[in-house]
């Protein structure tokens, strides 16, 4: 069993990263979330952006939304109507948890009016994903087996009556899988810096996208994962309000911004760019427990004449031992940066690693030591044959 991780704010490219491995597995998981991630795959000329169903559904992968997963029914029939009109098969291959919890009206309602009263926005989606796990904790909502019990919009009984066929106990058709030695590939949406207990709270998500929350929102045991895959931005980005260290906002970030395509695939939102922070990629190594990173988005760097990547945090006048806990702490950080020499040419076509420009090379393997991680996979473009496998 495997995870895959963001290891930054989201947007690292996770889509791209389960998509090359859904070859290894069987089954592909969603555990947490709801319908405002966004995975893009591109399977050749055809781009696929989703935002609740599995990546892996675009392989013929059985695909499943976890119990942790929060679903929006009326956006989930869209999404599998639009992918049945481009001939993806879901009938037995799909399934919901029938104790995932139901985004409805209301919720999305509650979120809309909550972010517009804070004084302090957190630049939620406004999809309801907030309101919809308050629910869930106070015990006042509707999980998806239960949606005839009452309280649905018209339009939310239509959807979850297309919904109905696949609803599940997904819990027990994992553990048959696991039982069976079948592989299972779980996905996060956003990052870890955006998990609710250790992101940069109030700036974070409603759920646990660190690695932890895979066994929480699937009903798999933590002695079942034997690997976990850490997906690392060659730099960083950041969707939405909160503190960002190393932003950029020069012609460097510009470069990065227009050569990276930075656009969130959900809210179409122009994405904060900045220098790769490897405080936070140790830091989400240790939470998420990593044992090989997916370094992706590597050609975008091709060009700078140098580049920079944070080492350490100094806050008033005292370096930092580790990622801090109080996030206002972050406004006035201070980053500690190592220099590295660029490079120029198109990395698109490499396959192997060793035809990397050996100032590339020299930026990587910097990362793997200070993190203690191996780079196992580097993506240097969006299509799935552009990923060098070490």
């Given at each position: ?245 190393t932003e950029l906002i020069d012609s460097v970030g510009q470069h990065l ?37 997916a370094i992706t988005k590597l050609d975008v760097l091709s060009g700078l ?86």
């Amino acid at each position: 069993m495997q995870i895959v991780v963001g290891a930054q704010w989201g947007d690292e490219g996770k889509g791209k990263i389960v998509d090359f491995l859904a070859d290894q597995a069987e089954w592909i998981v969603r555990y947490q979330g709801g319908n405002n991630a966004g995975h893009t795959v591109i399977i050749g000329n055809e781009t696929f952006k989703l935002h609740l169903v599995p990546s892996g559904i675009c392989r013929g992968k059985k695909s499943v939304l976890g119990n942790g997963v929060v679903v929006n029914p009326v956006a989930l029939m869209l999404e599998l109507k639009s992918l049945h009109e481009r001939g993806i098969e879901t009938k037995g291959k799909f399934f919901v948890s029938d104790r995932a919890h139901l985004i409805l009206e209301r919720h999305i309602q509650q979120d809309l009016s909550q972010e517009s009263h804070r004084s302090q926005k957190v630049g939620t989606t406004g999809k309801g994903i907030g309101p919809t796990y308050m629910a869930k904790i106070e015990r006042s909502g509707l999980r998806a087996g239960a949606w005839r019990t009452g309280g649905l919009s018209p339009e939310e009984t239509t959807a979850m009556e297309f919904l109905s066929p696949y609803l599940a106990d997904t819990v027990i058709l994992l553990h048959e899988a696991l039982e069976a030695g079948e592989g299972i590939l779980l996905e996060g949406a956003q990052g870890t810096f955006l998990d609710v207990d250790h992101g940069t709270y109030p700036f974070v998500t409603s759920s646990n996208c660190s690695s932890g929350g895979a066994c929480t929102g699937s009903g798999l045991p933590p002695t079942a994962v034997k690997t976990v895959t850490g997906i690392l931005k060659a730099y960083t980005t950041r969707v939405g309000n909160g503190p960002f260290p190393t932003e950029l906002i020069d012609s460097v970030g510009q470069h990065l911004q227009t050569q990276g395509h930075e656009f969130g695939t959900t809210t179409g939102r122009i994405r904060r760019c900045g220098w790769l922070d490897l405080v936070m990629a140790k830091h989400a190594r240790r939470i998420n427990g990593i044992t090989e990173w997916a370094i992706t988005k590597l050609d975008v760097l091709s060009g700078l004449s140098e580049l920079k990547v944070c080492t350490g945090y100094r806050y008033q006048g005292k370096e930092l031992k580790a990622y801090p806990a109080e996030t206002a702490w972050l406004d006035d950080i201070e980053p500690i940066y190592k220099r590295f020499p660029g490079w120029e040419g198109d990395l698109s076509r490499i396959q192997n690693y060793a035809d990397l420009p050996e100032e590339a090379r020299s930026y990587l393997k910097f990362i793997e030591d200070y993190t203690g991680v191996p780079n196992r996979f580097v993506s240097v473009g969006p299509e799935r044959n552009q990923t060098i496998v070490r």
